[in-house]
């Protein structure tokens, strides 16, 4: 079993950056592709960015490619999502995903992350 928690998240205005990040406990972190989603109230959860095991791999979301940055530090069991250039539609609540053995086509798709951790609000005002 995995825990992920998150922080990180706030209120900014646009323009501003944010750093979130997610920290894993129960497993071995190295084995696991991790993922940031987000869900905005009334709209479903939405992929943003995933990396793989050893962090040799990144996807990004159209959204949000050139302003977000996905790294992980498997030393630490954490993975951070740097976040530049923030707009108001980037307001959401940010989760972490964790998955094993995913294939790449399926990075985007929540349904491949087992462990979810309990989101961390990003607010950005104009």
Do not use: H
């Not at 646009?14 to 071995?28: F, M």
């Not at 498997?74 to 740097?82: F, G, P, R």
């Amino acid at each position: 079993q995995v825990q992920l928690v998150e922080s990180g998240g706030g209120s900014v205005q646009a323009g501003n950056s944010l750093r979130l990040s997610c920290t894993a406990s129960g497993g071995t972190f190295s084995s696991y592709a991790m993922a940031w989603f987000r869900q905005a109230p009334g709209k479903e959860r939405e992929f943003i960015s995933a990396i793989r095991e050893r962090g040799g791999t990144t996807i990004y979301a159209d959204s949000v490619k050139g302003r977000f940055t996905i790294s992980r530090d498997n030393a630490k069991n954490t993975v951070y999502l740097q976040m530049n250039g923030l707009t108001p539609e980037d307001t959401a609540v940010y989760y972490c995903g964790a998955g094993q053995r995913i294939i790449l086509s399926s990075l985007r798709r929540d349904s491949a992350y087992v462990y979810w951790g309990q989101g961390t609000q990003v607010t950005v005002s104009s």
